[in-house]
């Protein structure tokens, strides 16, 4: 059986869950509790970072965009990175767009210190810290929207890692209830598009010990 | 004519330049000062960073990672990132430890406070950063000997896009003479025979505008 180590809040843990669930690939899920710094997991993973993904054929495979590129290799139907060179330049782009510079400039500073600074013991969130990143957000959510408006999914005509990595992040902070979605209405009608499909249900059924989830998060009308 | 739009000692460019080289595909070099946020340059890629690359038809790549995905798809041979699933996953994930982790770990301490300080004026470096940098250094030098003393390329029998990625951020720092060859046998060896390429001839030649280069910096017997 395939496993996944993961940890619940990990955009990069959620975007392959999702590659995962598009693909109909059935996994289970062991929670990796990465500060801890196992050394079989060190083995298997030298970063020390989920995702890592054991494939069937026991595969050991590490980092959530060569997990989804292997992943769209060996089950190409549905195609999650596109049709075309240029299309999938374009979904690449945008995925690392995501895991790049929207965790650089919002998630480590929401989920960072809203989670990460508690699992860890080290106190309690820097109001500064995130006020930036909610305001950060903002100028993501009107990227999303903008991208929404001229394209059916956020690369293009089908439904890429790009969408699968924005919501990783996106659904993370939704927990925690970080997401003013009613101010931007383009990304809202994105995210419950991406929110209903059957790939996303799992997602939406995990809790983080001592952190309840934000009461709309599984709602599919927030 | 292709473009490619970089900074000097950018190690997300100089990978670029490298897979441009291995492909033997031409192409004109444009600096782009990235710091004074050009709005033309904006609108090729609304991250402000480099490198873009405007392809013969005029398509416009951003993302390293994208645009060597795309020039291994458009021009297979040679071939870039693996020629199986399982190898194409490896040369990946070491792409994005050199990408991601040595980059935030040791590039990002010595470059960050060595060049781009010095560009943005903002003063000196920071001896404790850099004390940081390079004792990170140590351990990433340690962890290419030890896959050089396994493989014969980082990923695997072929040059892929993690070399690449590695001798991207190592030409970067050995430009600074901060890299103690001397001490890393096998490290030294692989940066031997990458150095020595016709792909690499082009990053030997760059000089950084205030900052010259480390002696031993263009010599193939360093």
Sequence with gaps: MRKLYHLWLSPYSRK???????????YELELEKVWERRPEYLALNPTGEVPVLIDADGTVLADSTAICEYLDEIVPDPGLVGATSRARAEARRLAAW?????????????????????????????????????????????????????????????????????????????????????????????????????????????????IPPAAHYADLNF
């Design 16 to 26: 392959v869950r999702l590659a995962l669930g598009e693909k109909k690939l059935a």
């Design 98 to 210: 995501f895991d790049l510079k929207f965790n650089r400039e919002v998630t480590r500073h929401l989920v960072g210190e809203k989670v990460v600074k508690r699992l860890l013991g080290k106190g309690q969130p820097d109001s500064e810290i995130l006020r930036a990143g909610k305001a950060n957000l903002r100028v993501h959510l009107a990227y999303i929207g903008y991208l929404g408006e001229r394209r059916n999914w956020l690369a293009g005509d089908s439904l890429s890692v790009a969408d699968l990595a924005a919501a990783g992040h996106l659904s993370a902070l939704d927990y925690l209830g970080d997401v003013p979605w009613d101010e931007f209405s383009g990304a809202k009608d994105w995210y419950a598009r991406i929110k209903s499909r059957p790939s996303f249900k799992h997602l939406l059924r995990d809790v983080v010990p001592g």
